[in-house]
């Protein structure tokens, strides 16, 4: 599908695949779906402040590292206090997330979809990727949404909180331009099913497991009896 574009100076051009590469190959290209959503966020990017843009690249880069300081918060509050089944959520919320994780790498490589500026030959704030690494679903998405989920069953304040990071991350990643709008979409949606799927299994065996780990979960004291929120 061809698309009209503009480049920016502000943003970095992204080649296209050599003829007969892999990519160009064998990958799908997801153009058709969303294309010309996406090159109107990438477009209003490249016309955006400078300052804002290099606000929202950093975040879509480095903002994961948010949600795992709020898991060390919510592990390290529920211990503290003595609530030891929240202190088993808390760590599992990392375990949930890497689980997530590898399910969006599995449909990844079996989709195989095209990076949009490898389809739509468009200049991106976010340097190209490989030709082979692939956009659909966005693994930044399903981790922000997974982590999210996990920490709503550790605290209600932390998983709002981290809801609103996660929605910010997804679309942090189109307006770099590393995905097309469908891409974080399902990436979100696949991080949260698993994350739920899983976070409830935890729930059910949390009491069981308060008692395996020690000081990991009790930092000293009467244990507490769980609560609704921290």
């Known amino acids: 599908?061809?698309?009209?574009?503009?480049?920016?100076?502000?943003?970095?051009?992204?080649?296209?695949p050599p003829a007969g590469s892999p990519a160009e190959a064998t990958g799908y290209d997801g153009a058709g779906i969303d294309g010309p959503a996406y090159l109107d966020v990438v477009h209003t990017a490249q016309d955006a402040p400078g300052w804002l843009d290099h606000a929202v690249s950093l975040y879509s880069s480095y903002g994961l590292a948010i949600f795992a300081v709020l898991m060390l918060y919510g592990w390290w509050s529920a211990r503290a206090r003595g609530d030891r089944e929240r202190a088993v959520r808390a760590l599992a919320a990392p375990v949930l997330t890497v689980l997530a994780f590898v399910v969006?790498?599995?449909?990844?490589?079996?989709?195989?979809?095209?990076?949009p500026c490898h389809s739509l030959h468009v200049a991106t704030l976010e340097a190209c990727p490989?030709?082979?690494?692939?956009?659909?679903?966005?693994?930044?998405?399903t981790i922000a949404a997974a982590?999210?989920?996990?920490?709503?069953?550790?605290?209600?304040?932390?998983?709002?909180?981290?809801?609103?990071?996660?929605?910010?991350?997804?679309?942090?990643?189109v307006w770099v331009g590393a995905h097309y709008p469908h891409d974080v979409a399902v990436g979100l949606a696949v991080g949260a099913l698993v994350a739920l799927a899983l976070g409830l299994v935890?729930?059910?065996l949390a009491p069981a497991?308060?008692?395996?780990?020690?000081p990991l979960v009790r930092a000293g004291g009467p244990a507490r009896t769980p609560g609704a929120s921290a």
């Open 202 to 204: 935890v729930r059910a």
């Open 1 to 16: 599908m061809n698309l009209p574009h503009t480049l920016s100076s502000a943003a970095v051009p992204a080649a296209a």
């Open 209 to 214: 497991l308060a008692g395996r780990f020690g």
């Open 147 to 173: 982590a999210a989920i996990a920490l709503w069953f550790v605290s209600v304040r932390l998983g709002v909180v981290a809801s609103v990071c996660a929605l910010a991350m997804a679309a942090s990643r």
């Open 104 to 115: 969006s790498t599995v449909v990844k490589s079996a989709v195989r979809e095209l990076r």
């Open 130 to 141: 490989a030709p082979d690494d692939w956009s659909f679903p966005s693994n930044h998405a």
